[in-house]
């Protein structure tokens, strides 16, 4: 998926690093191992509207707790949950500690198509930082180039607090 989701960019004409490191799961072991300034550490969750089968990829940054209530609200919805595993492979091609936006380049559009929730700060952040879905790798990106990103997949973006 690493050469996947660089092949994508390079197309694109966007600038970016690739970091390579030991496997991380969690954001704070991201933090301490992938160290960059100006840069935003994410934490990315694939959730559930619980009374339906809509969903969404949010993106936090990875110190603010992921209040379901609250992001289903962005949404319409009532509350979240995060999503089965069966459900991340099926609908991006990951699993659990492996999900970011770049994930996107793995959905069936025709099926369905996952709006993405970000929260204020990482929208607002100098660059951003993620997983090439693979959590062996890191994606150091300028705002504007993440920007150009969603722009090219034609992706819906709520902004959330």
């Given at each position: 998926?690493?050469?996947?989701?660089?092949?994508?960019?390079?197309?694109?004409?966007?600038?970016?690093?690739?970091?390579?490191?030991?496997?991380?799961v969690t954001t704070e072991e991201s933090r301490k191992i992938i160290f960059v300034d100006n840069c935003m550490s994410c934490k990315s969750l694939y959730v559930k509207d619980k009374k339906s089968d809509n969903f969404y990829l949010a993106v936090l940054p990875f110190d603010v707790r992921a209040d379901m209530r609250g992001?289903?609200?962005?949404?319409g919805c009532a509350k979240f949950e995060f999503a089965?595993?069966?459900?991340?492979?099926?609908?991006?091609?990951?699993?659990r500690g492996s999900v970011s936006p770049f994930a996107y380049l793995n959905e069936d559009k025709s099926r369905y198509s996952a709006p993405?929730?970000?929260?204020?700060?990482?929208w607002n952040a100098q660059n951003v930082k993620f997983h090439p879905c693979d959590n062996t790798a890191t994606v150091?990106?300028?705002?504007?180039?993440?920007?150009?990103?969603?722009?090219?997949?034609?992706k819906q973006v709520i902004i959330v607090e």
């Open positions: 998926m690493i050469k996947k989701v660089t092949d994508y960019l390079d197309g694109l004409g966007v600038n970016y690093k690739l970091i390579r490191h030991e496997a991380v992001l289903a609200s962005y949404a089965a595993e069966q459900k991340l492979a099926e609908d991006l091609g990951v699993h993405l929730l970000i929260h204020k700060d990482v150091v990106l300028s705002l504007n180039d993440f920007k150009k990103f969603l722009k090219s997949i034609d």
